[in-house]
């Protein structure tokens, strides 16, 4: 498959990248690792005039310890959170997160910055235009039928990302540069729950995510994060569970995060199955009986070539292991 046309820029600095989104407006996307965009562009899933790429920008390719958190460049190559000591003594389940992604040659040019913007997937969108002409256009590709779901009225494309469940378990923020100045963001607001415009950036904000920061609490937390794919590697999670949990001596948790991704348009917090473990003992049984509740908050709908039903199975089992490895059980 071919690519389309476009001009490409290359800045050196990060005004002129937001000048140039300004100017271009909704004729233009940001470009980082590629290996999300071009398969997309080759799809014409997007046919922008004008491609920014951020890769000769420095000022976003830094990790940096900041004594209570670390803030990470969003050009950091997943290849690159790997190798980082810091990274690797301060958030694990981070690391862990990117090594699952892809292959080390894709890990080598995929940005954190990247994974976090990744687009929702369907296996009725992400294909050829030849093959998406042969049937109405879907909501998400500007149509009004869910081929997944006929009966609903919106886009039910799924968010399978890897490291944003872990980020947002960790309790990770991130910022947004425009013409209009920075703000800052918890990682969970970025995402709008609908599948069409799963984030603010492909609302059309035309911003630049220009910094991940990850606090580090003081206390006795530990985080895991476990995903399930259909294929043994170079596949994006049918289902991803990041989990973070304080506890103390005694084994009683003191605060929880379950954090599901593959589930849905947006990443899936399961409140309810953090509240049962709320001053709770950790014990085998209670794990089982989080991972069924956290189940009952999620919907999966048919994104993939399996059933939700099998969808829901595999999150229970991914669920319990991420609990159980954060829990110390294994
Ligand atoms: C074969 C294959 C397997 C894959 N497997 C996985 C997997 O297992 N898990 C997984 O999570 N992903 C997977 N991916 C998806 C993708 O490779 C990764 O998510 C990767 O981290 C995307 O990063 P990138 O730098 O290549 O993003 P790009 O393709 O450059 O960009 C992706 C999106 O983010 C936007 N963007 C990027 N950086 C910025 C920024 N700083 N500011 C504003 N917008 C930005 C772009 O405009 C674009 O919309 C896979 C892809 C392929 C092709």
Not at 11 to 35: F, M, Q, R, S
Not at 106 to 118: D, K, P, Q
Not at 133 to 147: D, L
Not at 209 to 222: D, M
Request: glycine share 8%.
């Amino acid at each position: 498959m071919r690519l389309p046309e476009f001009e490409y820029f290359e800045p050196a600095y990060l005004d002129e990248a937001i000048d140039l989104l300004e100017k271009h407006g909704n004729n233009c996307t940001v470009i980082a690792g590629g290996t999300e965009l071009v398969v997309a562009l080759k799809q014409r899933l997007q046919n922008p005039k004008y491609l920014i790429s951020l890769d000769k920008v420095p000022s976003l390719k830094n990790i940096t310890d900041k004594g209570d958190s670390i803030s990470i460049g969003p050009l950091c190559t997943l290849e690159e959170i790997i190798k980082s000591k810091l990274i690797e003594e301060k958030l694990p389940a981070l690391r862990k997160a990117a090594w699952e992604v892809g292959s080390p040659l894709l890990r080598s040019v995929a940005t954190i910055g990247g994974n976090i913007c990744l687009n929702t997937r369907c296996r009725f969108y992400n294909q050829s235009l030849f093959w998406r002409s042969s049937r109405e256009a879907c909501f998400k590709a500007g149509g009004g039928v869910c081929h997944v779901a006929k009966k609903e009225s919106r886009c039910n494309s799924a968010f399978a990302a890897d490291l944003p469940p872990v980020l947002i378990s960790y309790g990770a923020k991130i910022k947004l540069r425009g013409a209009k100045g920075t703000r800052v963001l918890p990682l969970e607001s970025f995402y709008t729950g609908d599948g069409r415009f799963p984030n603010e950036l492909l609302k059309g904000s035309r911003e630049i995510l220009t910094e991940i920061e990850i606090p580090l609490p003081q206390g006795n937390y530990a985080g895991s994060y476990h995903k399930f794919r259909l294929r043994g590697s170079i596949d994006f999670p049918l289902v991803g569970a990041a989990v973070r949990l304080k506890i103390n001596e005694e084994k009683f948790c003191e605060e929880a995060r379950i954090i599901l991704t593959g589930v849905g348009p947006a990443p899936v917090e399961a409140g309810e199955a953090c509240a049962q473990l709320a001053g709770q003992k950790l014990s085998a049984d209670l794990i089982s009986a989080v991972a069924e509740t956290a189940v009952s908050e999620i919907r999966p709908f048919k994104t993939t070539l399996v059933s939700p039903r099998y969808h829901q199975k595999m999150a229970r089992v991914v669920m319990a292991e991420a609990l159980r490895e954060a829990g110390g059980f294994k």
